[in-house]
């Protein structure tokens, strides 16, 4: 039983414009949702969370937005730059407890 | 600041064998997690240690892998013995306070032959 859902396992964005990545939960019970950053050989980075009780959350070029009726959410990064080439997580966390990760989607920056 | 090292980085074995991997946290992080990634999926949490205890093993498959972490400290994740699906990348990750800013090491990807 997936909780996270992340459908879109690629993405391919010209540099400079805004990408959008897509994530779906089951759970109302979740409290923070979370995004990973993964270069190749690398483990996964914190990239940027938000809460339940917001509806948005920026930082510099990437923006989370979530939508609790639907059980969505979003990360939106603008401008798109090559180095942001990687597989980006979608997680959850319920009481600040253990994270449920998505199974992640490859975003390509094209030059 | 130090990362999370892992050790191996890379290891190959026949199935039956055993393998054991090396996880040090970042210092001072007393929650340390042990996470399977199968190629196409996301990181599954196997175990979750607050400093020596054992928080969360609910998805460890106890009758092969083990995990201890002594001292509270480093912690060793141990397949004994490997299966062809145990193949994948072994992810440590340590966290400070919160659960969910957890900073991971570069992993060990473990082929079983």
């Known amino acids: 039983d997936q909780q996270v859902k992340q459908n879109s396992p690629s993405l391919s964005v010209q540099e400079g414009r805004i990408s959008i990545l897509n994530c779906d939960y089951t759970n109302s019970m979740f409290d923070y949702f979370l995004w990973y950053k993964k270069y190749p050989a690398e483990g996964p980075t914190f990239l940027i969370s938000i809460s339940s009780i917001k509806d948005k959350n920026e930082d510099g070029r990437f923006t989370v937005f979530l939508n609790k009726s639907a059980k969505h959410l979003s990360l939106h990064i603008v401008p798109s730059q090559p180095g942001d080439s990687a597989v980006y997580f979608c997680?959850?966390?319920?009481?600040?407890?253990?994270?449920?990760f998505g199974k992640g989607t490859r975003l390509h920056i094209l030059p | 600041e130090a990362g999370v090292a892992q050790s191996p980085r890379y290891k190959i074995i026949e199935k039956r064998q055993s393998v054991a991997f090396w996880c040090n946290p970042i210092?001072?992080?007393?929650?340390l997690y042990w996470y399977q990634q199968i190629l196409g999926q996301g990181p599954k949490l196997l175990i979750q240690?607050?400093?020596?205890?054992?928080?969360?093993d609910s998805q460890l498959p106890k009758d092969r892998f083990s995990a201890e972490r002594l001292k509270g400290v480093d912690s060793t994740l141990k397949i004994q013995p490997a299966k062809l699906e145990d193949s994948a990348v072994y992810l440590c990750?340590?966290?400070?306070?919160?659960?969910?800013?957890?900073?991971f090491g570069p992993g060990t990807r473990l082929t079983v032959l």
């Open positions: 997680a959850a966390s319920y009481r600040d407890d253990k994270i449920i």
């Open positions: 240690f607050q400093n020596n205890g054992v928080v969360d």
């Open positions: 210092s001072g992080h007393a929650t």
């Open positions: 990750a340590s966290s400070l306070v919160l659960a969910f800013e957890q900073f």
